[in-house]
């Protein structure tokens, strides 16, 4: 099993910058994929970003040029620098990390729970 957990969010006026990070323990060998998701009230969960082991990035369309993944893979932690944040960036951040499946094959997936970023106008 592996845990994450997320520190970083908070309250900040539009404009302003806000740094997550997510930390994992448990059985952290040979993590692969880590991201970030996030859920506004009333709508589905959705990608803001990923990383690979090998630090490939992938961004929604509504983040690109604003927010930044990172990951520091000897400490097994994951960020996301959020800068000129919008009132729609409000929402609860997970932190995910997906390992292989050894026995079934594919890859199994873990979440964090939560943090709460709000921004306002």
């Known amino acids: 099993q592996v845990q994450l957990v997320e520190s970083g969010g908070g309250v900040v006026q539009a404009g302003g910058s806000l740094r997550l990070s997510c930390a994992a323990s448990g059985s952290i060998f040979n993590i692969l994929d880590m991201g970030w998701y996030r859920q506004a009230p009333g709508k589905q969960r959705e990608l803001v970003a990923s990383?690979?082991?090998?630090?490939?990035?992938n961004y929604a369309d509504s983040v690109k040029g604003r927010f930044t993944i990172s990951r520091d893979n000897a400490e097994n932690t994951v960020y996301l620098q959020m800068n000129s944040l919008k009132p729609e960036d409000t929402a609860v951040y997970y932190c995910?990390?997906?390992?292989?499946?050894?026995?079934?094959?594919?890859?199994?997936?873990?979440w964090g729970q939560g943090t709460q970023v709000t921004v306002s106008s």
């Open positions: 995910q990390a997906q390992k292989p499946n050894l026995i079934g094959g594919g890859r199994n997936t873990y």
């Open positions: 990383i690979t082991r090998d630090r490939i990035t």
